[in-house]
């Protein structure tokens, strides 16, 4: 069976030997589509079971996917008088290095909206990876040793042995992230169902493949046909409610698939009387210095091949963010004027501030259009800068939503927007991680003070044990028990994880000492060093806040006017 990182790493030669940079031909789009298609039945298989139905397509996987047709009402969605709509950038669940996230919590986090925009969700990699791919192999194999070992009058003991390993083995299928928090929704809220992006990408072909997704109550809102969608389906789809958008010359005037990292993903909905296309995205963060590339990305987007040609406000950092979010935005425009759906709106993180100069420019190629939240979105760690001024535990603006308020009127309170950021550090978030993991006294700032038993880092940036390590602040009364209890539990947890070795279920002990270590650092002690003051709520839930806004669904739909 071929694993995920030998698929990116063929990939990888092939753009090499082709000599066509970041490039994705149609024939590689298709084998990707394919291989994530492969993944998502056995996710059905494996990890959903008859939990619920799941749809493998290759324009979007749907988990939950009938979900709407026994939970949805227009009347009872009219009768809540707005549909609420959330970004998230959930900083990718599932993978080792957010491996400490409080999944259940997260989820009550998105339990307060209907439609969630999620960006950074990741298949299963790593060593989650492997573990599938014997599980699967051991699961399909077994029952044939199983066989022969009865045929031949194997040893007894061996045979109990192989039936006991292979009842173990059906749950030790690991679930990908984004289905662990829709698992975690679905205990809130059976309605929950999820939308997802049929195969990863990513800004280089050996960098882990993000995927997109839309988290939504079933008993609220409701996917529906997107026009677009349809009219560019393939035999191989399923009812065009999402797809990732049609980025060739016939759509867009010019191929401009290859200015994107990761292309965006839309689907349509419908809550009450309001329907509307959702787009989200996560735009790249680091603009490739190769001049191939560069050209590459700015030609089919601005018609030059430098950056330096483009205009005031961009930048060698920034110029393929830029890019990217223009061609989400004349995509957008195209899909308004092709089609009948006026209520075109987006919600992702585009790694670009509110107050550039150049959204401006930008928005005119969406006539009506504006760009919504200008509050910081993202995480800080440190507590204060170099100068000494305070971070106050944020840094950038980079999450968004783009729409036309008059267009989509609904979703505007007469002149004003009616977006929102959702801080970690205030209301029943800040609680929540107060009482369940803060440890730090913040109002008192001690000078070489000792904290025994904690972990410190070499010059290196390796984990070292130390009892000698200087903190900025004491820990609060209590806090020795209150971080011993969650690391036994967390112990515990690591040593249920499961794994098939040589044919037998054992425990996986991949890197146990490094997780406790690293749990007890990134989540605990890290919180009484100034560089680290935020660290706990990036660990925890995600280095991005949610944003939001609310559409009103009882009223009458604009495209109707």
């Not at 993202?378 to 980079?398: A, E």
């Not at 006294?441 to 000792?450: G, N, R, S, T």
């Not at 706990?536 to 009223?555: A, Q, R, T, W």
Request: a negative charge.
């Amino acid at each position: 069976m071929l694993k995920l990182g030998q698929f990116i790493q063929l990939i990888f030669i092939s753009v090499l030997l082709t000599n066509l940079a970041f490039a994705v031909t149609d024939q590689e789009d298709f084998e990707r589509r394919v291989f994530y298609k492969e993944k998502c039945l056995e996710i059905e298989k494996y990890s959903v079971g008859s939990a619920f139905s799941v749809d493998c397509f290759h324009n979007y996987h749907h988990f939950n996917s009938k979900a709407h047709s026994s939970h949805y009402s227009a009347t009872s969605a009219r009768a809540q008088k707005k549909l609420k709509i959330a970004e998230y950038n959930l900083w990718h669940p599932g993978s080792l290095r957010s491996g400490f996230k409080d999944i259940p919590f997260v989820a009550q986090i998105i339990e307060q909206w209907d439609l969630v925009a999620a960006t950074e969700l990741l298949p299963v990699i790593g060593r989650d990876e492997e573990n599938n791919n014997e599980v699967v192999e051991f699961l399909e194999n077994g029952p044939n040793l199983l066989k022969e070992l009865m045929k031949t009058d194997g040893n007894e003991e061996q045979i109990k042995e192989l039936k006991d390993n292979l009842e173990q083995a059906k749950n030790l299928y690991r679930a990908p992230g984004y289905l662990k928090i829709l698992f975690e929704l679905r205990k809130l809220d059976k309605s929950w169902a999820l939308i997802l992006a049929p195969r990863g990408e990513a800004s280089e072909p050996t960098h882990v493949q993000e995927m997109v997704g839309f988290f939504y109550r079933s008993s609220v809102v409701r996917p529906i046909v997107n026009e677009h969608c349809d009219e560019f389906k393939s035999q191989y789809d399923g009812k065009a409610i999402a797809c990732i958008p049609n980025l060739k010359k016939e759509f867009m005037g010019r191929d401009v698939r290859n200015v994107f990292s990761r292309r965006p993903f839309i689907a349509n909905f419908e809550s009450g009387n309001f329907d509307f296309t959702m787009v989200t995205s996560h735009v790249i963060f680091t603009s490739p210095d190769e001049e191939d590339r560069m050209a590459e990305i700015l030609k089919p987007s601005f018609g030059v091949s430098t950056y330096e040609d483009i205009g005031t406000g961009i930048t060698k950092e920034t110029y393929a963010r830029v890019a990217e979010s223009k061609i989400i935005i004349e995509m957008m425009n195209n899909l308004r004027e092709y089609y009948y759906e006026e209520d075109i709106i987006y919600g992702g993180d585009m790694n670009l501030n509110h107050g550039n100069g150049f959204w401006a420019d930008l928005l005119k190629l969406f006539p009506g259009a504006d760009i919504f939240i200008s509050e910081a979105t993202t995480i800080s760690q440190p507590r204060f800068l170099s100068s000494g001024t305070p971070t106050n535990g944020v840094s950038n603006d980079f999450d968004h939503f783009i729409f036309d308020p008059k267009k989509s009127s609904e979703c505007m309170s007469g002149s004003k927007d009616t977006t929102e950021v959702h801080s970690y550090y205030t209301g029943k978030i800040q609680k929540y991680i107060k009482d369940e993991y803060l440890i730090r006294d913040p109002a008192e700032i001690v000078i070489d003070a000792i904290v025994e038993d904690v972990l410190a880092l070499d010059e290196n940036e390796n984990e070292v044990d130390d009892d000698k390590e200087d903190y900025d602040y004491s820990m609060i009364p209590g806090a020795k028990i209150k971080m011993e209890n969650k690391i036994d539990a967390f112990e515990k947890e690591l040593k249920k994880l499961k794994t098939i070795k040589n044919g037998k279920v054992v425990w996986d002990d991949y890197r146990f000492d490094e997780k406790m270590n690293f749990f007890k650092r990134r989540v605990f002690t890290d919180q009484l060093k100034n560089r680290f003051y935020y660290r706990v709520y990036s660990e925890l839930i995600s280095d991005h806040f949610p944003v939001s806004m609310s559409c009103k669904n009882n009223g009458t739909d604009d495209d109707e006017n």
